[in-house]
């Protein structure tokens, strides 16, 4: 009798690596979103830690005021640079998720496939074997 044998093996496996693959993208995407997060707040404590600076020393002349306010501007700059550039990667991570999705569709249509061949090979094999099995021997009368 032979073993069961899934023909569309090659693309089942195919397709779990195009999953990893997928996966792997989006954790990226996952990952750059952090950095901008953290760039952003890194940006924001380091303006914060100079106004600090400047505001708590005894004496503070116009010229310094001008330069925390130059430096202020700068970082309100990069930090719209930073939120526009969030906003790109976000949208290209929900994108990413959608194509995910599909893949995880498509591997699991294969799997169920491969299920349900499978159940069907078990029925025809038991099928088989009960119409291919000898009848049963039935025990001798014992003489006495």
Same mark, same amino acid.
């Given at each position: 009798m =032979?073993?069961?044998?899934f023909r569309l093996d090659r693309v089942l496996d195919w397709r779990r690596t195009e999953l990893e693959m997928e996966e792997n993208r989006l954790k990226?995407? !996952? *990952?750059?979103? *952090? *950095? %901008?997060? $953290? *760039?952003r707040?890194?940006?924001e404590s380091a303006r914060d830690e100079a106004s600090h600076a400047?505001?708590?020393?005894?004496? &503070?002349?116009g010229a310094e005021l001008q330069? $925390?306010?130059? !430096?202020?501007? @700068? &970082?309100?700059?990069q930090c719209a640079r930073l939120d526009q550039k969030r906003r790109e990667s976000e949208q290209e991570a929900a994108a990413q998720?959608? =194509? $995910?999705? @599909? &893949?995880?569709?498509r591997l699991r249509l294969l799997d169920n496939l491969k299920d349900r061949r499978l159940a069907e090979w078990k029925a025809e094999t038991e099928?088989? %074997? @009960?119409?291919? @099995?000898p009848p049963p021997k039935r025990p001798f009368p014992c003489s006495g």
């Open positions: =032979k073993s069961f044998r990226r995407m !996952y *990952a750059g979103l *952090a *950095a %901008i997060d $953290l *760039a707040a890194e940006l400047l505001l708590t020393r005894a004496t &503070v002349d330069l $925390l306010s130059g !430096y202020r501007d @700068a &970082v309100k700059l998720q959608q =194509k $995910l999705l @599909a &893949v995880r569709r099928r088989q %074997i @009960a119409t291919d @099995a």
